[in-house]
T-cell receptor, first 112, second 109 residues
Framework: NAGVTQTPKFRVLKTGQSMTLLCAQDMNHEYMYWYRQDPGMGLRLIHYSVGEGTTAKGEVPDGYNVSRLKKQNFLLGLESAAPSQTSVYFC???????????FGEGSRLTVL | GQNIDQPTEMTATEGAIVQINCTYQTSGFNGLFWYQQHAGEAPTFLSYNVLDGLEEKGRFSSFLSRSKGYSYLLLKELQMKDSASYLCAVRDSNYQLIWGAGTKLIIKP
C-alpha cells in the first residue's frame, strides 16, 4: 500500500525560484493537509482541503498556494521562494470523523 | 490563544516506564491525539482520547482529563526502538489539529 506519497523528497532552491510539491493519496480520503515542521516548533498548518476543488488557509499560508483538482492529489506551490521557507514539508490525509492523519514521508526544502 | 505544552526532552532506561505529559488550552475540544515520530520520518498515529480516562493499547496507554486540560502518554517496558519524538495534538472546535512541539524521548541501555 502506497498510502501518502510526496515528491520530491529533497530540493534546493535559490531565493526567488518557484517550485511545486506534489502529494498523492490512495485511501480515498476527503481531507488533505500541508504542514511545515521546523526545529523546536510543532507542525504548522499551511493550507488544507476538505474535498476535491476546495482549499482553505491554515495557520501560515503566506507565500504558498495550493490546488486540489483531483481528490487524490494536493499540490503545494511556492511562487517565489524565500530562505524562511526552508523547512520539512509534510502532506497528510484523513477523514473528519476519525481525525487520524496519515502522513507522507516529508519533503526537505532548502532555500539559499 | 491556543497553546499545547509538553517537555522538550526526556531520558529513560530500557525496560523502564516513562510518562510524557501534555497540557493544552484550545478554543474548543474534539479529541486529543498522540503521534510518534522517529528522526527523519513521518509522524504515525498512536492514540486518541475524547473522553476522560485511560486508553490502553499494548505497551502504550494514554490518559485524558478534559477539566484539567491535561493528558499523558505512558510507555511501559521501554525498548530502544521507542527512542523518538512524541507529539501531542488537540482537535479544536473547527476540527483542526493544534500540535505541540513534541517531546524527544531518549532511551538508554
Amino acid at each position: 500500500n502506497a498510502g501518502v506519497t510526496q515528491t520530491p523528497k529533497f530540493r534546493v532552491l535559490k531565493t526567488g525560484q518557484s517550485m511545486t510539491l506534489l502529494c498523492a493519496q490512495d485511501m480515498n480520503h476527503e481531507y488533505m493537509y500541508w504542514y511545515r515542521q521546523d526545529p523546536g516548533m510543532g507542525l504548522r498548518l499551511i493550507h488544507y482541503s476538505v474535498g476535491e476543488g476546495t482549499t482553505a488557509k491554515g495557520e501560515v499560508p503566506d507565500g504558498y498556494n495550493v490546488s486540489r483538482l483531483k481528490k487524490q492529489n494536493f499540490l503545494l506551490g511556492l511562487e517565489s521562494a524565500a530562505p524562511s521557507q526552508t523547512s520539512v514539508y509534510f502532506c497528510a490525509s484523513g477523514e473528519r470523523d476519525t481525525g487520524e492523519l496519515f502522513f507522507g514521508e516529508g519533503s526537505r526544502l532548502t532555500v539559499l | 490563544g491556543q497553546n499545547i505544552d509538553q517537555p522538550t526532552e526526556m531520558t529513560a532506561t530500557e525496560g523502564a516506564i516513562v510518562q510524557i505529559n501534555c497540557t493544552y488550552q484550545t478554543s474548543g475540544f474534539n479529541g486529543l491525539f498522540w503521534y510518534q515520530q522517529h528522526a527523519g520520518e513521518a509522524p504515525t498515529f498512536l492514540s486518541y482520547n475524547v473522553l476522560d480516562g485511560l486508553e490502553e493499547k499494548g505497551r502504550f496507554s494514554s490518559f485524558l482529563s478534559r477539566s484539567k486540560g491535561y493528558s499523558y502518554l505512558l510507555l511501559k517496558e521501554l525498548q530502544m526502538k521507542d527512542s523518538a519524538s512524541y507529539l501531542c495534538a488537540v482537535r479544536d472546535s473547527n476540527y483542526q489539529l493544534i500540535w505541540g512541539a513534541g517531546t524527544k524521548l531518549i532511551i538508554k541501555p
